[in-house]
């Protein structure tokens, strides 16, 4: 009770960065697929191919990549995948496409036990190595989930979309909901 005012009334919160709004182009995956040396009829035998895998199944199910890099098979589930922990604390069961079907299935035999065999560390090491190579700018492998929750909006309705993207209120997903001007006016007709 020594002091007789609040030293901190007057300070503000700095406000919140604004969100990210990048997107992966189709010409920036096909380029880092081939800067970690992953070919679609190939097999799946390097750090750097599963990095690959990693990747294209973040831009179809919209998975985080620790959920994807620590996915056990015993979490596939045919025409989807059970996550029993995820970063809000819940479970989730992400449905799969067809391609993410696919891409599990290169996966089959890397491992028993786990989908993935690479870690989280390397990951990141070998998804910036590729972006390097290929001279891509500001993208990170977390971008692959805002490119995936933009394409799922137009194939799902919004409240599919958050319980795919594990999101319980709606409104979180404008963080990672970022379509083009002329993609919603094409939509429009």
Not at 19 to 44: F, I, S
Not at 48 to 57: F, H, I, S
Not at 61 to 73: D, N, V
Not at 149 to 176: E, F, N, P
Request: proline residues 4%; aromatic residues 4%; contains cysteine.
């Amino acid at each position: 009770r020594w002091l007789k005012t609040n030293p901190a009334r007057d300070v503000k919160r700095p406000r919140n960065p604004p969100h990210r709004k990048r997107l992966m182009t189709d010409r920036e995956r096909d380029r880092l697929q081939l800067a970690l040396g992953y070919l679609e009829d190939g097999k799946v035998e390097t750090k750097m191919q599963q990095v690959a895998v990693a990747m294209l199944l973040a831009l179809e199910t919209g998975m985080r990549s620790s959920e994807i890099i620590g996915l056990a098979w015993s979490q596939v589930r045919g025409k989807h995948v059970h996550l029993p922990m995820t970063k809000n604390g819940a479970e989730r069961d992400v449905p799969l496409s067809r391609r993410a079907v696919e891409l599990l299935e290169k996966m089959r035999g890397v491992d028993k036990q786990q989908v993935f065999t690479v870690d989280a560390a390397s990951r990141d090491a070998l998804f910036r190595k590729a972006r390097a190579r290929c001279k891509i700018v500001g993208l990170t492998f977390h971008d692959t989930r805002h490119t995936a929750v933009t394409r799922l909006a137009s194939l799902v309705d919004v409240l599919t979309l958050a319980k795919i993207i594990g999101h319980r209120d709606v409104k979180s997903l404008m963080i990672y909901y970022n379509p083009s001007v002329d993609e919603t006016a094409d939509r429009l007709g």
